[in-house]
């Protein structure tokens, strides 16, 4: 799992060109070692130093899943 900053655009087309401007520039990143030591680091550290930890790092994200189709039905919610 890795935490990766996204925009937030009105159009999907352009929204798909900036998330592969982002993957692309991961590639050749350090950012994803940096997350791979800091788990490993903080499985070393007292349960409540490591929380504290992920909570700071945590605050402001969201969850997705990508390479996951969407529903065959929209979903309704508060019918919606």
């Given at each position: 799992?890795?935490?990766?900053?996204?925009d937030?655009t009105?159009?999907?087309h352009?929204?798909?060109?900036?998330?592969?401007?982002?993957?692309?520039?991961?590639k050749?990143?350090?950012?994803?070692?940096?997350?791979?030591y800091?788990?490993?680091i903080?499985?070393?550290?007292?349960?409540?130093?490591?929380?504290?930890?992920?909570?700071y790092?945590?605050?402001?994200?969201?969850l997705?899943?990508?390479?996951?189709?969407?529903?065959?039905?929209?979903?309704?919610?508060?019918?919606k």
């Open positions: 799992m890795m935490m990766i900053t996204l937030l009105e159009d999907f352009e929204a798909l060109k900036l998330v592969k401007k982002r993957m692309d520039a991961l050749n990143s350090i950012e994803p070692y940096g997350m791979h800091f788990i490993k903080s499985l070393y550290l007292p349960s409540i130093l490591a929380k504290v930890a992920s909570n790092l945590c605050d402001k994200m969201s997705v899943f990508s390479n996951v189709p969407g529903p065959r039905t929209p979903y309704k919610i508060q019918g």
